[in-house]
């Protein structure tokens, strides 16, 4: 996706997009697109029943969690929690998640842009048509500090349900006998404008306690900025010429665990070593060893590498502690600047550090601006995990008209939430160890 490189220019654009959006906003109402995931009946910890998300899943699982809107990050989740079938009460798993900054240098080295808290990505909220958001509701948010303050309201949040194919398949003991069962999210999402950029922010929150977190970027190319002729572009246009400049998008989620309630969520790193088969063995070998992660971390990915967090106090039926692992999705890393240089930061909590870079929090002189220099060995007693996922947009003729979505982003996995799949049919729930 292709921007003005002219802030005020990207502003302007901005601007006067979402003022026109706000004011359909108003006009379109803010009743449901159709009906979909309900409210309950009673409101959840922290919040009204009107800022309440719940959805029980046709598998049995049920997932709950508060939003609200902020004036910079936009979307917020708070207080998520997963009961699957079998389990007597709600299990909390995040106490807050959201984005915290979407960074796009370009490769000319013209501007760099911070999406969140310098161009008003919270103020770009679109509203939805009832086709965008088939079989849910579309919910009105009131956009703090809207341009257009006489019309604040837009029908910008779809909270919907989704197939998502195969939960599992397995052939039983008999030949005749197959064991299957089609997986179910809950999927909850906006779209906000930023100049050129159209960036869907979804959070897809499956039926086995999975939570996928995406932004994909989509919209325009700029047709004002075909100018790359340094070589740093892509000619979309007749022959070698009209080339779009290449750039990166830096995304970052800031994620809050509260695993079983508590926010003293315990880290771990695992690394696996992969040795040449020794004499009379057939193959590799592989040890696992677990590093428990007490100071504030910078990680990186690497092979065989990977982090849980660690319930304080929270354990399954087998008595096993219960964790969520970190899975990454595919990135593309930035060299550029320092907060971008890792894949996975956990720093501490404080109330101030809200946003990856350009942080607009009320931090003491001195601490510095990006998460980068909020990792300073401090002993983990709360940990705040801050994941970076990069792409780099190097355009292409199908990027126009309109571009395709393209997708960046990560999930995180419950690792002895349960002690069984927590679709597990009842024809198999006595195979628990066997």
């Not at 906003?25 to 697109?33: F, K």
């Not at 800022?51 to 508060?66: A, E, F, N, V």
């Not at 979309?236 to 695993?259: E, P, Q, Y």
């Amino acid at each position: 996706m292709h921007v003005n490189r002219v802030s005020r220019a990207r502003m302007r654009t901005a601007v006067g997009v979402s003022v026109a959006a706000l004011a359909a906003g108003a006009l379109a109402g803010a009743g449901p697109a159709s009906a979909g995931p309900r409210t309950a009946a009673a409101p959840a910890a922290g919040c009204s029943s009107a800022y309440q998300i719940q959805q029980k899943l046709s598998s049995g699982t049920t997932w709950t969690m508060c939003w609200r809107y902020d004036s910079k990050a936009g979307l917020v989740l708070n207080d998520v929690s997963y009961q699957p079938k079998g389990e007597t009460k709600p299990i909390k798993v995040l106490n807050s998640a959201r984005l915290a900054q979407i960074d796009v240098p370009y490769d000319d080295g013209s501007v760099e842009y911070d999406d969140l808290t310098g161009f008003g990505f919270a103020q770009g909220l679109m509203n939805l048509a009832p086709g965008e958001c088939p079989g849910g509701t579309i919910r009105s948010v009131k956009v703090p500090d809207s341009w257009d303050p006489e019309h604040p309201n837009v029908n910008g949040l779809c909270t919907t349900t989704r197939s998502r194919g195969h939960a599992y398949r397995m052939q039983g003991d008999s030949a005749n006998k197959v064991y299957q069962a089609q997986g179910k999210d809950l999927l909850v999402y906006t779209v906000n404008q930023v100049g050129w950029y159209e960036y869907m922010t979804e959070w897809r929150f499956q039926d086995d306690g999975t939570i996928n977190m995406n932004v994909g970027a989509t919209g325009s190319l700029s047709y004002e900025d075909y100018d790359a002729g340094d070589g740093r572009g892509w000619p979309i246009g007749k022959g070698a010429t009209a080339s779009a400049t290449s750039h990166s998008h830096n995304v970052f989620w800031r994620l809050d665990f509260g695993l079983d309630g508590s926010s003293k969520t315990r880290v771990e790193q695992y690394d696996s070593k992969v040795t040449a088969p020794a004499r009379g063995q057939e193959a590799p070998t592989a040890k696992t060893t677990r590093t428990k992660v007490t100071k504030e971390l910078a990680g990186d990915y690497k092979t065989y590498r990977w982090w849980r967090m660690v319930s304080a106090s929270g354990k399954n039926k087998d008595g096993h502690a219960r964790s969520y692992e970190i899975v990454p999705g595919t990135t593309t890393k930035y060299p550029g600047r320092s907060f971008t240089k890792h894949d996975l930061y956990v720093t501490d909590y404080k109330k101030c550090e809200q946003f990856a870079s350009n942080n607009t929090g009320n931090c003491p002189a001195g601490t510095g601006k990006s998460v980068d220099k909020w990792v300073n060995g401090q002993t983990l007693t709360h940990p705040i995990v801050w994941m970076n996922v990069g792409f780099h947009h190097i355009a292409r003729d199908e990027d126009q008209q309109p571009m395709p979505v393209h997708w960046q982003g990560f999930s995180i996995a419950p690792r002895d939430v349960t002690a069984m799949n927590p679709l597990t049919p009842d024809a198999l729930a006595a195979q628990n160890g066997h």
